[in-house]
T-cell receptor, first 116, second 114 residues
Framework: GAVVSQHPSWVICKSGTSVKIECRSLDFQATTMFWYRQFPKQSLMLMAT?????????EQGVEKDKFLINHASLTLSTLTVTSAHPEDSSFYIC????????????FGEGSRLTVL | AQSVTQLGSHVSVSEGALVLLRCNYSSSVPPYLFWYVQYPNQGLQLLLKYTSAATLVKGINGFEAEFKKSETSFHLTKPSAHMSDAAEYFCAVSDSGGYQKVTFGTGTKLQVIP
């Protein structure tokens, strides 16, 4: 199947700093990518839909100024957690939609963010 | 609105025993239904999907699921559990006719006892 890669897989940062997480589709072009947040022992919560060349669509309750999403190319979307706080610590997962494969979603490995 | 309910946050089975993970869905239109598996600190991998074709869907690693409209269920089964099946399993639904706006269940952690 198609491959989606996230980087970094884990990151530790100080409170108040910003962290960028990358999501890449390695062998297909993805016009649409999705960002999720997963709290411990809970399910994935969709944060936003990232569309190449346009603004991301955020789910209700997700602060767009806090979680900046950029989808500058057909193979890369980035999530930047700005002015991170300990409550932002979580597992962030992206998925990319392969339009040539019935639109199936392929997931990245996830990025674990710990804010001290 | 669409939703998914997974009964049992933890399921333990002996190696070689039947695996049954339960999922009930709610959807206002004919749904797409999915089962995903997540290994520790990894993303999700699609096990199988139902997209209005055959009601019995076969997936990878010997798993299968049956869509039962009358029961609004999509339970995941495997005849014989293997140690490598230990993971977290998520049922998901999409009523948008595709993969957009997929809603995930809360997950069931499968433990396989030697």
């Amino acid at each position: 199947g198609a491959v989606v890669s996230q980087h970094p897989s884990w990151v530790i940062c100080k409170s108040g700093t910003s962290v960028k997480i990358e999501c890449r589709s390695l062998d297909f072009q993805a016009t649409t990518m999705f960002w999720y947040r997963q709290f411990p022992k809970q399910s994935l919560m969709l944060m936003a839909t990232s569309n190449e060349g346009s603004k991301a669509t955020y789910e209700q309750g997700v602060e767009k100024d806090k979680f900046l999403i950029n989808h500058a190319s057909l193979t890369l979307s980035t999530l930047t957690v700005t002015s991170a706080h300990p409550e932002d610590s979580s597992f962030y997962i992206c998925s990319a939609q392969d339009p040539l494969n019935t639109g199936e979603l392929f997931f990245g490995e996830g990025s674990r963010l710990t804010v001290l | 609105a669409q939703s998914v309910t997974q009964l049992g946050s933890h399921v333990s089975v002996s190696e070689g025993a039947l695996v049954l993970l339960r999922c009930n869905y709610s959807s206002s239109v004919p749904p797409y239904l999915f089962w995903y598996v997540q290994y520790p600190n990894q993303g999700l991998q699609l096990l199988l999907k139902y997209t209005s074709a055959a009601t019995l869907v076969k997936g990878i690693n010997g798993f299968e699921a049956e869509f039962k409209k009358s029961e609004t269920s999509f339970h995941l089964t495997k005849p014989s559990a293997h140690m490598s099946d230990a993971a977290e399993y998520f049922c998901a639904v999409s009523d948008s006719g595709g993969y957009q706006k997929v809603t995930f269940g809360t997950g069931t952690k499968l433990q396989v006892i030697p």
